[in-house]
């Protein structure tokens, strides 16, 4: 079965600096999908960034980065020049195959981020 | 916010009633699912559906069902609430894009069951 772990509960950041997030995750499979959610105070689920495990290449939104290294099954998210509006929850995802050609997201427990002015 | 809605956004039941939570969405997506949100465990599916009438259990199905009459509406019922059903409940679409599908969620339903 495929599981995800998040190693922080929560981190802290001052705006305008740089984090990592951490993230590992552990399957058989070899070609899968991963992502970062954040969840807000105002709860609402909001896809970060995705990563193919078959491209080699790290993705990149605006300031979210990854850093994916398919062997040692890790995928980190770097938020620079943090904003206020990146506090909230951030969470991890491995997608799995499902019946019907649907799929499942496995989600890490999540690490809480909170960005001090 | 690919058109999800949820109803309702909150509920306070008691123990042993029935509860029905609506997902409704408005851009014809095929596949919908429902996920139970608890402190210390992130997201976890309780049942989706790959087509109207086609749907099937996740990890944690326990005490719950659902319907799926029409593409746009996916219907998760508590038969008999009880208090571990106490949760936030969100409700997915899965869209394609160009490379892979992608979930997107709903605003959520806040449950308490006293």
């Avoid at chain 1, 980065?65 to 620079?80: C, E, G, R, T, Y």
């Amino acid at each position: 079965a495929q599981t995800v772990t998040q190693s922080q509960p929560e981190m802290s950041v001052q705006e305008a600096e740089t984090v990592t997030l951490s993230c590992t995750y552990d399957t058989s499979e070899s070609n899968y999908y991963l992502f970062w959610y954040k969840q807000p105070p105002s709860r609402q689920m909001i896809l970060v960034i995705r990563q193919e495990a078959y491209k080699q290449q790290n993705a990149t939104e605006n300031r979210f980065s990854v850093n994916f290294q398919k062997a040692a099954k890790s995928f980190s998210l770097k938020i620079s020049d943090s904003q206020l509006g990146d506090t909230a929850m951030y969470f991890c995802a491995f997608m799995t195959n499902l019946k019907g050609g649907s799929e499942k997201l496995v989600f890490g427990k999540g690490t809480k981020l909170t960005v001090n002015p | 916010d690919a058109g999800i809605t949820q109803s309702p956004r909150h509920k306070v039941t008691e123990t042993g009633t029935p509860v029905t939570l609506r997902c409704h969405q408005t851009e014809n997506h095929r596949y919908m699912y429902w996920y139970r949100q608890d402190p210390g465990h992130g997201l976890r599916l309780i049942h989706y559906s790959y087509g109207v009438k086609d749907t099937d259990k996740g990890e944690v199905s326990d005490g719950y069902s659902v319907s799926r009459s029409k593409t746009e509406d996916f219907l998760l019922t508590l038969e008999s609430a009880t208090s571990s059903q106490t949760s936030v409940y969100f409700c997915a679409i899965s869209a394609s894009t160009s490379s892979t599908d992608t979930q997107y969620f709903g605003p959520g339903t806040r449950l308490t069951v006293l």
